[in-house]
């Protein structure tokens, strides 16, 4: 039992350490010279940047949420959006690929373009935190 409890409690505290090293990867993908610093302060002030579509706020909050660690909700679809919190979601940041497609049509959908380089390094910095 005691070898159970332990092995539990180091996968749930282990979480941040493989979570932070994914974000390294795809830091590191999108900036592999390394000509690129990485800003949390930035990435959130994108976060919350709202801009005005079709006559609609729109911001990465409208649909994550402002607690990343709980759902959201796709205010076009109205289709539950998982934590984005990989503190509390084991699948996040897991898959390269997914990140960028993510990445390619959330950005697309907010800002009416792609996100550059920079951008996902910070978004990635920030989310980092949670």
Request: contains cysteine; aromatic residues 10%.
């Amino acid at each position: 039992m005691k070898k159970i409890l332990i092995l539990i409690l180091s996968l749930i505290f282990s979480a941040p350490s493989w979570a932070n090293k994914n974000i390294d990867l795809a830091i590191k993908q999108y900036n592999p010279q390394t000509t690129l610093v990485a800003s949390a302060a930035r990435g959130k002030e994108k976060w919350f940047e709202t801009r005005n579509v079709e006559g609609k706020e729109r911001n990465c909050t409208k649909c994550h949420g402002e607690d990343l660690t709980k759902s959201g909700k796709h205010v076009k679809t109205g289709k539950t959006i998982d934590p984005l919190a990989a503190s509390v979601n084991a699948e996040r940041f897991t898959d390269l690929k997914k990140i960028e497609k993510w990445f390619k049509r959330n950005c697309k959908w907010t800002f009416e373009r792609e996100c550059t380089a920079q951008e996902k390094i910070d978004f990635l910095e920030y989310l980092r935190q949670f």
